[in-house]
């Protein structure tokens, strides 16, 4: 179901059922504030994506949002004016969340970023996968994944998650630090930043956007759609040692010089 609202607080308390939240609720807020997107959970709230209108594509990014919760009978709260929610469902008559190709705004190239221990096992496998595909073949030990803290939904175990910046750096320091660690200046002990190949990936009909993340579901081969693997000796970095700043700087201003210049001439 999905419930449309002109004001909403982050409380514990569902303003439709006046109940807390269960897992059955998701939450997107529109604003103007200067950041881009937020995801999380706050004072007990269900998890929320927030949206910028400084986003310039933010109507596809509230249809994605709608048009993935849906299928997967998710309820939503939408925190938008009516003019704004009429706005974007024009927009985005024609599109879906799982639709095969790029659009103009998306970028060809994301990186996921992984553990050294964890980047070695992918070697072996040939492929990423999910947490909960981890678990099920016996290959993770953990309890709960680093994004439990930020009140990811556990729906979200099921995907392997891709961006860019430096998130994916952020997601490792947190790993190895047992705790949400957002300070990109920390030191850590980085492992790989793996660049793929999002358009071909698309075209596959592996990707889908729920409105914040661009993810793929359970596993994804590293052929053909790994582009290059960065750690600190390829990148050029004198230290095992770095911080994620530094290492996402380092790896992506390689990529962009000798990497680039070849594989994106053929996406």
């Known amino acids: 179901m999905l419930y449309r609202v ?42 929320t994506l927030k949206v910028s209108k400084n986003v310039s594509y933010w109507e596809m990014t509230l249809g994605d949002f709608i048009s993935y919760n849906s299928s997967i009978g998710k309820n939503m709260i939408l925190a938008v004016s009516e003019n704004d929610y009429q706005k974007a469902i024009k927009k985005y008559k024609g599109h879906s969340h799982n639709e095969k190709y790029l659009r103009e705004y998306e970028e060809p190239v994301l990186v996921h970023s992984t553990t050294k221990e964890n980047y070695e096992n992918i070697l072996k496998d040939g492929c990423l996968k999910s947490w909960n595909q981890l678990h099920r073949e016996g290959f993770c030990t953990e309890k709960e994944p680093i994004g439990k803290q930020l009140g990811d939904p556990v729906e979200l175990r099921d995907f392997i998650l891709f961006g860019n910046g430096i998130t994916g750096e952020i997601v490792v320091s947190s790993k190895q630090s047992h705790k949400i660690l957002m300070d990109e200046n920390i030191e850590y002990r980085p492992g790989a930043r793996l660049y793929f190949n999002v358009k071909k990936m698309a075209e596959d009909g592996l990707i889908i ?35 994620p700043k530094i290492f996402a700087q380092a790896a992506d201003k390689y990529f962009r010089k000798n990497i680039a210049s070849t594989c994106i001439k053929k996406l």
């Not at 303003?15 to 529109?30: E, G, N, R, V």
């Not at 729920?210 to 582009?227: A, S």
């Open 6 to 47: 002109d004001t909403f607080k982050e409380t514990n308390i569902n303003p439709i059922t006046q109940k807390k939240y269960d897992d059955s609720w998701i939450i997107y807020i529109l604003n103007n504030e200067p950041y881009k997107m937020f995801v999380g959970s706050v004072n007990g709230c269900a998890y």
């Open 209 to 243: 956007r729920d409105g914040g993340e661009i993810k793929v579901k359970d596993t994804l081969p590293l052929k053909p759609y790994l582009l290059w693997a960065a750690t600190c000796a390829n990148t050029g970095l004198d230290s095992e040692i770095s911080t």
